[in-house]
Protein backbone atom coordinates (compact mmCIF):
# COMPACT_ATOMS: atom_id res chain seq x y z
CA UNK A 1 0.00 0.00 0.00
CA UNK A 2 1.14 3.34 -0.89
CA UNK A 3 1.72 5.89 1.85
CA UNK A 4 0.10 8.08 0.04
CA UNK A 5 -3.76 7.70 0.14
CA UNK A 6 -6.37 8.49 -2.37
CA UNK A 7 -9.85 7.59 -2.67
CA UNK A 8 -10.31 4.72 -5.10
CA UNK A 9 -13.27 6.39 -7.15
CA UNK A 10 -15.17 9.95 -7.82
CA UNK A 11 -17.85 10.61 -10.26
CA UNK A 12 -19.53 14.05 -11.30
CA UNK A 13 -21.93 15.10 -13.79
CA UNK A 14 -20.93 17.32 -16.89
CA UNK A 15 -20.59 21.04 -15.36
CA UNK A 16 -19.50 19.63 -11.93
CA UNK A 17 -16.98 20.34 -9.31
CA UNK A 18 -15.28 17.27 -7.96
CA UNK A 19 -12.50 17.30 -5.66
CA UNK A 20 -9.38 14.48 -5.33
CA UNK A 21 -8.09 14.36 -1.98
CA UNK A 22 -4.15 12.84 -1.21
CA UNK A 23 -3.35 11.84 2.47
CA UNK A 24 -0.42 11.50 4.01
CA UNK A 25 2.05 12.57 6.43
CA UNK A 26 4.66 14.77 7.89
CA UNK A 27 7.44 12.62 5.99
CA UNK A 28 6.22 13.43 2.42
CA UNK A 29 3.17 15.80 1.88
CA UNK A 30 3.72 17.46 5.11
CA UNK A 31 7.25 19.09 4.21
CA UNK A 32 7.65 18.33 0.01
CA UNK A 33 5.41 19.51 -2.59
CA UNK A 34 2.74 17.47 -4.34
CA UNK A 35 2.01 16.82 -8.37
CA UNK A 36 -1.26 15.56 -9.66
CA UNK A 37 -0.92 13.90 -13.19
CA UNK A 38 -4.05 12.35 -15.55
CA UNK A 39 -4.18 9.46 -17.18
CA UNK A 40 -6.54 8.87 -19.81
CA UNK A 41 -7.24 5.19 -20.93
CA UNK A 42 -4.83 3.34 -22.78
CA UNK A 43 -2.61 6.41 -22.80
CA UNK A 44 0.80 7.65 -20.83
CA UNK A 45 0.41 10.11 -17.74
CA UNK A 46 0.76 13.83 -18.04
CA UNK A 47 1.54 16.10 -15.68
CA UNK A 48 -1.41 18.36 -14.72
CA UNK A 49 -0.04 20.12 -11.74
CA UNK A 50 3.15 20.61 -10.19
CA UNK A 51 4.73 21.79 -7.21
CA UNK A 52 1.42 22.00 -5.46
CA UNK A 53 -0.96 24.39 -7.61
CA UNK A 54 1.13 25.44 -10.44
CA UNK A 55 -0.52 24.21 -14.08
CA UNK A 56 2.16 23.33 -16.89
CA UNK A 57 1.31 25.34 -20.48
CA UNK A 58 -1.83 24.11 -21.76
CA UNK A 59 -3.41 22.56 -19.04
CA UNK A 60 -7.19 24.41 -18.55
CA UNK A 61 -7.23 26.84 -15.49
CA UNK A 62 -10.43 24.21 -14.97
CA UNK A 63 -7.67 22.02 -12.93
CA UNK A 64 -6.20 23.55 -9.92
CA UNK A 65 -4.16 22.49 -6.89
CA UNK A 66 -3.60 23.07 -3.10
CA UNK A 67 -1.76 21.60 -0.36
CA UNK A 68 -2.61 21.93 3.64
CA UNK A 69 -0.72 20.52 6.16
CA UNK A 70 -0.54 16.71 5.28
CA UNK A 71 -2.80 16.74 2.30
CA UNK A 72 -3.75 17.99 -0.96
CA UNK A 73 -6.38 18.27 -3.44
CA UNK A 74 -7.04 18.35 -7.14
CA UNK A 75 -10.19 20.31 -7.79
CA UNK A 76 -11.96 19.98 -11.29
CA UNK A 77 -14.74 22.64 -12.24
CA UNK A 78 -16.87 22.70 -14.92
CA UNK A 79 -16.62 18.79 -15.33
CA UNK A 80 -16.23 17.39 -18.57
CA UNK A 81 -16.51 14.11 -20.52
CA UNK A 82 -13.03 14.64 -21.75
CA UNK A 83 -12.16 14.57 -17.81
CA UNK A 84 -12.76 10.69 -17.50
CA UNK A 85 -9.39 9.51 -16.20
CA UNK A 86 -7.51 8.02 -13.65
CA UNK A 87 -6.18 11.07 -11.04
CA UNK A 88 -2.73 10.80 -9.19
CA UNK A 89 -1.05 12.59 -6.74
CA UNK A 90 2.71 12.13 -6.35
CA UNK A 91 5.14 13.56 -3.79
CA UNK A 92 8.44 12.92 -2.45
CA UNK A 93 8.79 10.88 1.17
CA UNK A 94 12.01 11.99 3.40
CA UNK A 95 11.44 8.64 5.24
CA UNK A 96 11.80 6.38 2.10
CA UNK A 97 14.33 8.54 0.34
CA UNK A 98 12.17 8.22 -2.89
CA UNK A 99 8.96 9.30 -4.52
CA UNK A 100 5.61 8.25 -4.21
CA UNK A 101 2.61 7.68 -6.11
CA UNK A 102 -1.31 7.91 -4.39
CA UNK A 103 -3.05 4.68 -5.14
CA UNK A 104 -4.91 6.99 -7.77
CA UNK A 105 -8.46 7.97 -8.43
CA UNK A 106 -10.46 6.74 -11.02
CA UNK A 107 -13.05 9.93 -11.76
CA UNK A 108 -15.99 8.92 -13.72
CA UNK A 109 -18.00 11.72 -15.79
CA UNK A 110 -21.88 10.46 -15.12
CA UNK B 1 9.45 20.17 -27.89
CA UNK B 2 10.56 17.67 -25.72
CA UNK B 3 10.53 13.98 -26.41
CA UNK B 4 11.43 10.95 -24.77
CA UNK B 5 10.97 7.65 -27.24
CA UNK B 6 10.83 4.33 -25.55
CA UNK B 7 12.25 1.10 -27.03
CA UNK B 8 9.22 -1.07 -28.15
CA UNK B 9 7.53 -4.27 -26.49
CA UNK B 10 9.22 -6.64 -25.01
CA UNK B 11 8.26 -10.70 -24.55
CA UNK B 12 10.50 -12.66 -22.42
CA UNK B 13 10.68 -15.96 -20.38
CA UNK B 14 11.23 -16.28 -16.71
CA UNK B 15 15.16 -15.98 -15.77
CA UNK B 16 15.95 -14.19 -19.52
CA UNK B 17 17.59 -10.11 -18.26
CA UNK B 18 16.42 -7.44 -20.46
CA UNK B 19 17.32 -3.49 -20.65
CA UNK B 20 15.04 -1.20 -21.98
CA UNK B 21 15.53 2.30 -23.31
CA UNK B 22 14.46 5.74 -23.36
CA UNK B 23 15.83 8.20 -25.63
CA UNK B 24 16.06 12.00 -24.93
CA UNK B 25 14.81 14.74 -27.64
CA UNK B 26 14.57 18.55 -27.60
CA UNK B 27 16.35 19.54 -24.20
CA UNK B 28 19.67 19.05 -22.45
CA UNK B 29 19.74 15.73 -21.49
CA UNK B 30 22.51 15.86 -19.12
CA UNK B 31 20.66 18.97 -17.00
CA UNK B 32 17.41 16.59 -15.61
CA UNK B 33 16.87 13.87 -13.71
CA UNK B 34 15.14 11.31 -15.21
CA UNK B 35 12.90 8.16 -13.89
CA UNK B 36 11.21 5.46 -14.05
CA UNK B 37 7.12 4.33 -13.43
CA UNK B 38 5.98 0.81 -13.26
CA UNK B 39 2.62 0.56 -14.02
CA UNK B 40 0.99 -3.68 -13.55
CA UNK B 41 -1.97 -4.15 -15.67
CA UNK B 42 -5.06 -2.66 -14.03
CA UNK B 43 -3.02 -1.28 -11.32
CA UNK B 44 -2.26 1.99 -10.50
CA UNK B 45 1.79 3.73 -10.67
CA UNK B 46 4.66 2.67 -8.67
CA UNK B 47 7.79 5.25 -8.46
CA UNK B 48 10.49 3.45 -9.12
CA UNK B 49 13.54 5.25 -8.96
CA UNK B 50 15.44 7.98 -11.00
CA UNK B 51 18.99 9.18 -11.71
CA UNK B 52 20.51 12.20 -12.68
CA UNK B 53 23.10 11.98 -15.98
CA UNK B 54 25.63 15.17 -14.78
CA UNK B 55 26.54 13.05 -11.88
CA UNK B 56 24.70 9.14 -12.31
CA UNK B 57 23.59 9.90 -8.85
CA UNK B 58 21.08 7.23 -8.68
CA UNK B 59 18.16 6.94 -5.82
CA UNK B 60 15.70 3.71 -6.10
CA UNK B 61 12.50 3.44 -4.05
CA UNK B 62 12.74 0.60 -1.17
CA UNK B 63 10.47 -1.31 -3.24
CA UNK B 64 12.83 -1.91 -6.13
CA UNK B 65 16.15 -1.33 -5.01
CA UNK B 66 18.31 -4.31 -5.97
CA UNK B 67 15.65 -5.93 -8.40
CA UNK B 68 16.33 -3.52 -11.33
CA UNK B 69 18.94 -1.37 -12.32
CA UNK B 70 19.10 2.46 -14.24
CA UNK B 71 22.14 3.36 -16.55
CA UNK B 72 22.40 6.43 -18.60
CA UNK B 73 24.50 6.62 -21.45
CA UNK B 74 25.41 10.75 -22.41
CA UNK B 75 26.87 10.65 -25.28
CA UNK B 76 23.13 8.98 -26.87
CA UNK B 77 20.94 10.84 -24.44
CA UNK B 78 19.94 7.50 -23.53
CA UNK B 79 17.94 6.29 -20.16
CA UNK B 80 18.14 2.19 -19.14
CA UNK B 81 16.29 0.07 -17.06
CA UNK B 82 17.64 -3.62 -16.59
CA UNK B 83 16.98 -6.48 -15.38
CA UNK B 84 18.87 -9.32 -14.76
CA UNK B 85 16.67 -12.26 -14.27
CA UNK B 86 12.92 -10.98 -15.02
CA UNK B 87 10.01 -13.13 -13.24
CA UNK B 88 6.53 -12.88 -14.48
CA UNK B 89 5.80 -10.29 -11.47
CA UNK B 90 7.49 -8.14 -13.81
CA UNK B 91 5.43 -8.06 -16.48
CA UNK B 92 4.45 -4.24 -16.24
CA UNK B 93 4.11 -1.43 -18.78
CA UNK B 94 7.27 0.85 -17.70
CA UNK B 95 7.47 4.50 -18.35
CA UNK B 96 10.72 6.77 -18.29
CA UNK B 97 10.00 10.49 -17.39
CA UNK B 98 11.90 13.76 -17.02
CA UNK B 99 12.46 15.23 -13.85
CA UNK B 100 12.84 18.91 -13.32
CA UNK B 101 13.17 20.36 -10.10
CA UNK B 102 12.61 23.73 -8.50
CA UNK B 103 13.93 24.86 -5.19
CA UNK B 104 14.97 21.39 -4.35
CA UNK B 105 11.19 19.67 -5.20
CA UNK B 106 11.19 17.59 -8.65
CA UNK B 107 7.83 16.57 -10.69
CA UNK B 108 7.77 14.43 -13.69
CA UNK B 109 6.67 17.01 -16.71
CA UNK B 110 7.55 15.24 -19.68
CA UNK B 111 6.82 10.95 -20.21
CA UNK B 112 7.69 8.72 -22.89
CA UNK B 113 5.27 6.46 -24.70
CA UNK B 114 5.72 3.44 -22.34
CA UNK B 115 7.26 -0.34 -22.77
CA UNK B 116 4.87 -2.70 -22.63
CA UNK B 117 7.32 -6.41 -20.77
CA UNK B 118 5.29 -9.29 -20.64
CA UNK B 119 7.10 -12.04 -18.94
CA UNK B 120 5.64 -15.57 -19.30
CA UNK B 121 7.29 -19.37 -20.09
Redesign the interface.
Known amino acids: Q ?1 VVTQPPSASGTPGQRVTISCSGSTSNIGV ?2 V ?1 W ?1 Q ?1 LPGR ?4 LI ?2 NNLR ?1 SGVPDRFSGSKSGTSASLAITGLQSEDEA ?1 Y ?1 C ?1 T ?1 DDN ?9 TKLTVL | EVQLVQSGAEVKKPGESLKISCKGFGYSFSKYWI ?1 W ?1 RQMPGK ?4 M ?2 MFPGDFDT ?4 SFQGQVTISIDQSTSTAYLQWSSLKPSDSAMY ?1 C ?1 RRPC ?1 GG ?10 TLVTVSS
Request: glycine share 20%; net charge negative; hydrophobic share 35%.
Open positions: SNADYQAPKLFLPDYAWLNGGVFGGG | GVGLEWGIRYSPYASQCYFDSWGQG
